[in-house]
């Protein structure tokens, strides 16, 4: 899968380094912006009080 | 050696193949690594990232409402507040009836660090816990800051800001501050109570004695025990110490950290 993705990218050993890197970089941001504000939404609440 | 050449070349061409093939259980170890390492990244971001940013938001807002409130009572009272006298009297209860997560206080407790102060609204919801601009809890059945009675306030103990974060590090005499339109109300940490998660009786007047008349004003802070988990609640209970209007300014051993609060 990765392996797959490694030989799609072109380009030298350096630029394909830096496209993982940027790769990465895009799915860490989505991830933090937009999909683990969501899965927190679906997630069971944290509860902290008495009741 | 050269009859060897023929053969090694093919093992290695095969071997090659081998690895280009896309293998059902290398794609399924695979996933199951990003799926591990998906996990671990969003805890990361509950516990730190997401914790950091609404714990910044929560007590800007705080500072914001408590300098407002500074300057409201500067406005009535003129620029030089009234000489202060040896006792304020009784402390001034607000009987304003706050609807469901309308903020009338903010919490700053000095052993829970620098900006720990955060607003405290009407209602325990995640409307109020996990909001960017609130943060902290008041239970509507129990009573007002300054009146006789329990005080009774809920915040996040890890993620979402954790208003209660450091609520173990607590000792006793420890100040906790609870600013509101009318003033400045002091409590003091008295105790730590470990409880269930269903023992509502730690918000009663009298906690555990929900038969009792109070004669005391304390303030009961509650949060999940042990960090990181709710299976249990942690209470802390104060006694108040003092009362001040808004217009006798912070209390002195805070002046200087509440002043910093305006910029």
Redesign the interface.
């Known amino acids: 899968m990765y392996g797959a993705l490694w030989r799609i990218l072109p380009g030298p050993v350096w630029l394909r380094i830096i496209l993982v890197l940027l790769l990465v970089a895009a799915a860490v941001f989505a991830l933090f912006t937009w999909v683990f504000p969501w899965v927190d939404g679906i997630l069971n609440p944290i509860n902290v009080t008495v009741e | 050696m050269s009859e060897s050449h023929p053969e090694a070349r093919r093992e290695r061409r095969s071997a090659h193949g081998r ?1 280009n093939r ?1 293998s059902v259980v ?2 399924l170890g ?2 199951l690594l990003t799926a591990g390492v ?1 996990i671990l ?2 805890l990361g ?2 516990l730190w ?2 914790d950091a940013i609404m714990a910044g938001q929560q007590s800007s807002a705080a500072s914001e409402r408590s300098s407002e409130w500074l300057e409201q009572a500067r406005e009535t009272q003129g620029e030089t507040p009234p000489p202060a006298p040896a006792d304020y009297g009784e402390p001034v209860v607000d009987a304003t009836d706050y609807g469901n997560g309308d903020p009338f206080a903010v919490m700053y407790v000095p052993r829970f660090g620098e900006d720990s102060q955060r607003n405290i609204a009407e209602g ?1 919801g ?1 409307d109020v ?2 909001s960017f601009d609130l943060g902290v ?1 008041h ?1 509507p059945d129990t009573q007002m800051p300054g009146e006789v009675g329990n005080f009774a306030i ?4 890890s ?2 800001g954790g208003g ?1 974060h450091e609520i173990e590090q607590l000792q006793l005499g420890d100040a906790i501050y609870i600013q509101t339109k009318d003033g400045w109300y002091t409590y003091r940490f008295r105790d730590f109570e470990y ?1 269930t ?4 009786d ?2 009663a007047p009298v906690p555990h004695h929900p038969e009792l008349a109070a004669a005391d004003r304390i303030v009961t802070l ?3 025990n042990p960090l990181f988990s ?1 299976a249990e ?1 942690i ?1 802390a209970y104060g006694v108040l110490e003092s009362w001040q209007p808004g217009s006798a300014g912070p209390p002195a051993e805070i002046a200087e950290t509440v002043a910093t609060w305006g910029n």
């Open positions: 690895r896309v290398g794609v695979e996933l998906l990244m969003f971001w509950q990232w997401n325990y995640l816990l996990n809890g239970y809920a915040a996040h103990r993620a979402y209660m409880v998660p269903e023992t509502v730690v918000l509650t949060s999940c709710t609640r209470i």
